[in-house]
């Protein structure tokens, strides 16, 4: 990469944007007001915006190796906190890929330094559901399935928190959990059933 190419990158895109708008960034300095707060890995393949067709100001991203959301990293329980409280959003995303390079060295059994408290999440989730995964003999299929399993558990970390229980409980926010699948380009909603999951934690879980 050129440092030099970026920013003639940057003034081609600023001209760019000024031909079809000339109030474009104009607009843009006057503030943030997005529905959405995305969750997502912070692999160079996977945009946010572009992969949902969203523009700018229209989504809150915070992107981390493998869209983890542990109750003990002050980064995501902050952009929780300022998304749902601050901005309002209405919508949680958390966003994983399939062949991702944080869910597959959390598979290994390798000593990876400095990663290996963060991948001990990951390695939780397998440990988690264990028996599922060990029934499926295919290496890629079990793979794949631990990205599922993976966005799975991180949106229930999402759902302990007390900001996103009141905003569900005061304005009908809503958590759902994504898999892009970089083969075909498409996005697969897991489904996740917010109140059935609150349901089921909230003997531990569930703040009044």
Not at 176 to 205: A, C, P, R, T
Request: proline share 2%; net charge neutral.
């Amino acid at each position: 990469m050129k440092i030099k190419q970026v920013f003639e990158n940057n003034k081609a895109w600023v001209k760019n944007k000024l031909r079809h708008d000339a109030n474009y960034f104009k607009n843009l300095s006057l503030g943030q007001n997005p529905d959405v707060l995305y969750i997502g890995c912070s692999d160079s393949r996977v945009t946010a915006e572009e992969l949902m067709g969203f523009s700018p100001g229209e989504v809150f991203v915070h992107r981390n190796i493998a869209n983890m959301v542990p109750n003990t990293d002050l980064s995501i329980m902050s952009i929780i906190d300022y998304a749902v409280l601050h901005l309002k959003v209405n919508y949680i995303v958390v966003c994983g890929h399939y062949y991702c390079g944080g869910v597959k060295a959390a598979m290994q059994s390798e000593d990876l330094g400095i990663l290996n408290p963060w991948l001990r999440n990951i390695r939780d989730v397998y440990r988690m559901h264990k028996d599922e995964l060990n029934a499926i003999d295919d290496e890629d299929k079990r793979y794949k399935r631990l990205v599922e399993l993976n966005v799975q558990e991180q949106c229930i970390n999402v759902i302990k928190t007390a900001e996103v229980q009141r905003a569900y409980r005061d304005r009908g926010l809503k958590v759902h959990g994504w898999v892009f699948d970089i083969h075909s380009g498409e996005l697969i909603d897991l489904k996740i059933n917010f109140s059935k999951i609150l349901e089921d934690i909230m003997q531990i879980y569930r703040l009044k």
